[in-house]
């Protein structure tokens, strides 16, 4: 993008246009106590490249590689390598010709993709259909409880304590602007879910109940009683799935009963990329398909009588009045999309198996030898790759340990919920096909030593 540089007279021409005297007005509605008087005192004025190079190189030299270390952390964000197929298939020609499908007859790859990828979905989760993407999983999980306010015609949702924080963080935050009711709490650090009290708790006033699947601490539950629970009450179960590799051992929401279905697809095709881009997974009953954000790619004919992918359904607020559109989403994360879908046609209905009865046998060895340790309790047996430990020592203090020892020895509960006590011995692990016998004897050694 060019520098298009303005002089004085354009820059007061553009403020008088628009009503106000000075640039600072612009930004009236920042608190003074927020805004700087000046530049930011310790950084310099200026730098050279090769100044700024060394000073950043220097910096990063302060990370612990991920990439070189053995890696057990999770909570939302897995490490499964990705073939190097993926990032080739990604760059052709046919998938790179257009940003979004508006014009099929130039766009035809990029559609099929978006096809096949919800055509994977749908099934993944146990669902009819599934859209053709969302940001990621937490937005997709807020999209979900305002198509369940827009079915039902109720405001007020049940959030599992097992969700993960962060998504319930997004969830509060969009809350705030269109008066749903959520209630929640945090995790218990027990065997059991909370899905019993959910259902007890579900009323005539409510709108859905978001489930994790598995939860922020790796426990897997039957949902099936707490859907038909809902949907007794006239209230939707909403699933939620951090890992879609469990989808390959574990039985699917959708077969359990849930409506809407939504999750992060970043394990499959994604690298961890300091943090993303994601992207989210949304699936549902066929019934609630005009409610559904996003939008959908569908397969039809041309004039010819040959196969053809167009946009089937697209209520977004670009295509229709603002008011009736199902969510702002403004655009899809459809490279990442496009990634999964490779990812996931590599593998296979028989190579995702192998890859979960791999993650999950790896867990169970870890988790058993974890649990050896002298002081060491493992809070949940029924798990896939995931689960929570609780040590005799606060676990945020542990996990540092770990590192100076380089090794990434999994997530501390009170990163997670600061504040709350009862969860600060809790230390969530997750083992994939990634981690080595060597790797899981380092953390063995490390956590070992973290906790006397």
Same mark, same amino acid.
């Given at each position: 993008?060019?520098?298009?540089?303005?002089?004085?007279?354009?820059?007061?021409?553009?403020? @008088?246009?628009?009503?106000?005297?000075?640039?600072?007005?612009?930004?009236?509605?920042?608190?003074?106590?927020?805004?700087?008087?000046?530049?930011?005192?310790?950084?310099?004025?200026?730098?050279?490249?090769?100044?700024?190079?060394?000073?950043?190189?220097?910096?990063?030299?302060?990370?612990?590689?991920?990439?070189?270390?053995?890696?057990?952390?999770?909570?939302?964000?897995?490490?499964?390598?990705?073939?190097?197929?993926?990032?080739?298939?990604?760059?052709?020609?046919?998938?790179?010709?257009?940003?979004?499908?508006?014009?099929?007859?130039?766009?035809?790859?990029?559609?099929? +993709?978006?096809?096949?990828?919800?055509?994977?979905?749908?099934? %993944?989760?146990?669902? @009819?259909?599934?859209?053709?993407?969302?940001?990621?999983?937490?937005?997709?999980?807020?999209?979900?409880?305002?198509?369940?306010?827009?079915?039902?015609?109720?405001?007020?949702?049940?959030?599992?304590?097992?969700?993960?924080?962060?998504?319930?963080?997004?969830?509060?935050?969009?809350?705030?602007?269109?008066?749903?009711?959520?209630?929640?709490?945090?995790?218990?650090?027990?065997?059991?879910?909370?899905?019993?009290?959910?259902?007890?708790?579900?009323?005539?006033?409510?709108?859905?109940?978001? +489930?994790?699947?598995?939860?922020?601490? $790796?426990?897997?539950?039957?949902?099936?009683?707490?859907?038909?629970?809902?949907?007794?009450?006239?209230? %939707?179960?909403?699933?939620?799935?951090?890992?879609?590799?469990?989808? $390959?051992?574990?039985?699917?929401?959708?077969?359990?009963?849930?409506?809407?279905?939504?999750?992060?697809?970043?394990?499959?095709?994604?690298?961890?990329?300091?943090? $993303?881009?994601?992207?989210?997974?949304?699936?549902?009953?066929?019934?609630?398909?005009?409610?559904?954000?996003?939008?959908?790619?569908?397969?039809?004919?041309?004039?010819?009588?040959?196969? $053809?992918? +167009?946009?089937?359904?697209?209520?977004?607020?670009?295509?229709?009045?603002?008011?009736?559109?199902?969510?702002?989403?403004?655009?899809?994360?459809?490279?990442?999309?496009?990634?999964?879908?490779?990812?996931?046609?590599? %593998?296979?209905?028989?190579?995702?198996?192998?890859?979960?009865?791999?993650?999950?046998?790896?867990?169970?060895? /870890?988790?058993?030898?974890?649990?050896?340790?002298?002081?060491? @309790?493992?809070?949940?047996?029924?798990?896939?790759?995931?689960?929570?430990?609780? /040590?005799?020592?606060?676990?945020?203090?542990?996990?540092?340990?770990?590192?100076?020892?380089?090794?990434?020895?999994?997530?501390?509960?009170?990163?997670?919920?600061?504040? @709350?006590?009862?969860?600060?011995?809790?230390? +969530?692990?997750?083992?994939?096909?990634?981690?080595?016998?060597?790797?899981?004897?380092?953390?063995?050694?490390?956590?070992?030593?973290?906790?006397?």
């Amino acid at each position: 993008m060019r520098y298009l540089p303005l002089s004085d007279a354009d820059r007061s021409a553009m403020l @008088e246009t628009i009503g106000v005297a000075h640039v600072d007005d612009l930004f009236r509605d920042v608190p003074q106590e927020a805004r700087l008087d000046g530049p930011i005192a310790k950084l310099p004025s200026h730098a050279t490249e090769l100044e700024v190079e060394r000073h950043l190189s220097a910096l990063a030299r302060k990370n612990v590689p991920a990439g070189e270390v053995p890696f057990f952390l999770g909570c939302g964000a897995y490490k499964h390598p990705v073939p190097a197929s993926v990032d080739h298939l990604i760059q052709r020609g046919e998938f790179l010709t257009a940003y979004t499908p508006y014009q099929p007859e130039i766009a035809q790859g990029t559609l099929q +993709v978006l096809f096949e990828f919800q055509s994977q979905v749908a099934r %993944l989760m146990g669902c @009819e259909v599934a859209n053709a993407s969302m940001y990621d999983g937490s937005t997709a999980c807020w999209e979900a409880i305002g198509m369940a306010r827009r079915i039902t015609r109720k405001s007020k949702t049940l959030i599992s304590s097992g969700l993960h924080p962060h998504y319930v963080s997004v969830c509060n935050t969009m809350a705030k602007f269109t008066g749903d009711t959520l209630e929640t709490a945090v995790p218990t650090l027990t065997t059991e879910t909370d899905i019993d009290d959910l259902i007890g708790r579900i009323d005539d006033e409510t709108s859905a109940v978001v +489930v994790q699947y598995p939860d922020i601490l $790796g426990r897997v539950a039957d949902l099936s009683g707490l859907a038909q629970a809902a949907q007794a009450k006239g209230a %939707l179960l909403i699933a939620v799935v951090t890992e879609p590799v469990a989808l $390959g051992l574990l039985k699917s929401p959708g077969e359990m009963g849930a409506d809407i279905v939504v999750g992060e697809g970043q394990s499959i095709g994604v690298g961890l990329n300091f943090g $993303g881009p994601y992207v989210g997974l949304f699936a549902c009953r066929e019934k609630h398909i005009r409610q559904m954000p996003g939008r959908i790619a569908g397969e039809t004919i041309d004039a010819d009588g040959r196969r $053809g992918f +167009v946009l089937t359904l697209s209520t977004r607020e670009q295509h229709i009045r603002r008011e009736k559109a199902t969510s702002n989403i403004c655009t899809n994360a459809g490279l990442c999309a496009l990634a999964f879908s490779i990812h996931m046609t590599l %593998l296979g209905e028989k190579g995702l198996r192998q890859l979960a009865e791999l993650n999950h046998a790896r867990a169970v060895e /870890l988790s058993q030898r974890l649990a050896a340790i002298p002081g060491v @309790e493992l809070v949940n047996d029924l798990f896939f790759n995931e689960f929570t430990l609780k /040590l005799p020592v606060e676990a945020r203090p542990a996990v540092h340990r770990m590192v100076e020892k380089n090794v990434l020895g999994g997530v501390s509960l009170g990163r997670l919920y600061p504040g @709350e006590a009862a969860l600060a011995n809790g230390l +969530v692990v997750a083992v994939t096909e990634t981690a080595t016998d060597k790797d899981m004897d380092a953390l063995v050694e490390a956590l070992t030593e973290a906790v006397k």
